[in-house]
């Protein structure tokens, strides 16, 4: 192959959109937009048999066959770097990255590296992944958007923050998306040289396989009121905007809603403190 036919086939090769959880119920939604889209599709999921079906699925509903199934697990450093590393070998441009995996466990758990299991998968490692993915960008930029949740109105950090010492688990997962928000107003102000965009998604409360803990789901309903409960299905809709916004530094609620994400600053100590903490951890974890 002549230099000029080498240089047409990297003009054509389409960038990677990358979905995290893309098998939980609103990964499926996000994933299956975007495969109707002809997007090139890099599903990132824990379970690669739900992985590997879903790749089957979606490449017969939309006819798009630049869909792949990738194993990510966000409960281990090793494990994000790994598939980083993984993805790099493609040697493909990256255009998005969809930030939509997270748990929410009913009993207090410890990752591999030390850190409550829930902040390490919601928080640090979604970090850590959405900043090992920056140089991976095109070079026109990208776009990364983080999956937030309502339930970060009602928590605040605690001083000692990423550790935990009182687990609770809605406590801990809104905690989580609390950090994830906050941290995103680093990474946009950061970012915006390296044209990368860094939005949130809020979907509102989804009534997903996450929620169906019974007592859990219960107390939440009551508490928000059902009127707020969406389907996966209109939950997508804020991260489809978040992602498809050439703004930064917001977060996406619906079909027309939108707010500065740093309007959550209510306390810059506290902000300071967790950026600083943070980056120091995902320092420690990048190539030098």
Same mark, same amino acid.
């Given at each position: 192959m002549n230099q000029d036919?080498?240089?047409? &086939?990297?003009?054509?090769?389409?960038?990677?959109? +990358?979905?995290?959880?893309?098998?939980?119920?609103?990964?499926?939604? +996000?994933?299956?937009?975007? *495969?109707?889209?002809?997007? *090139?599709?890099?599903?990132?999921? %824990? &379970?690669?048999?739900?992985?590997?079906?879903?790749?089957? &699925?979606?490449? =017969?509903?939309?006819?798009? &066959?630049?869909?792949?199934?990738?194993?990510?697990?966000?409960?281990?450093? *090793?494990?994000?770097?790994?598939?980083?590393?993984?993805?790099? =070998?493609?040697?493909?441009?990256? *255009?998005?990255? +969809?930030?939509?995996?997270?748990?929410?466990? %009913?009993?207090?758990?410890?990752?591999?590296?030390?850190? =409550?299991?829930?902040?390490?998968v919601n928080f640090l490692s979604t970090v850590l992944l959405s900043m090992l993915m920056v140089p991976m960008f095109q070079e026109k930029g990208g776009r990364i958007v983080m999956t937030t949740s309502l339930m970060r109105n009602f928590t605040s950090l605690p001083y000692e923050f990423p550790a935990v010492n009182n687990f609770v688990p809605l406590t801990t997962f809104a905690q989580s998306k609390l950090a994830l928000t906050l941290f995103s107003i680093y990474m946009s102000t950061t970012l915006r040289t390296r044209h990368v965009n860094v939005n949130c998604a809020d979907p509102g409360l989804i009534n997903a396989g996450m929620l169906t803990l019974s007592h859990w789901f219960d107390k939440l309903r009551d508490h928000v009121g059902q009127t707020l409960i969406h389907n996966p299905e209109d939950g997508a809709i804020a991260a489809m905007r978040a992602l498809e916004s050439s703004d930064t530094g917001f977060i996406f609620k619906g079909l027309d809603r939108q707010v500065k994400t740093s309007s959550l600053l209510k306390n810059r100590e506290v902000f300071i403190k967790l950026c600083n903490d943070t980056m120091r951890i995902i320092k420690a974890e990048m190539p030098s």
């Open positions: 036919n080498s240089i047409k &086939d990297q003009a054509t090769i389409k960038p990677l959109y +990358i979905v995290t959880g893309a098998t939980g119920a609103m990964g499926r939604v +996000i994933s299956k937009r975007l *495969a109707a889209q002809d997007k *090139a599709l890099i599903l990132a999921c %824990r &379970d690669m048999n739900k992985g590997e079906k879903l790749v089957k &699925d979606l490449k =017969e509903l939309t006819s798009n &066959d630049d869909i792949t199934a990738m194993h990510l697990d966000l409960s281990s450093f *090793a494990r994000v770097k790994a598939f980083v590393a993984e993805l790099s =070998e493609m040697n493909r441009p990256v *255009a998005a990255l +969809i930030n939509n995996s997270a748990v929410l466990t %009913r009993r207090r758990k410890t990752s591999v590296d030390g850190y =409550e299991f829930t902040i390490q």
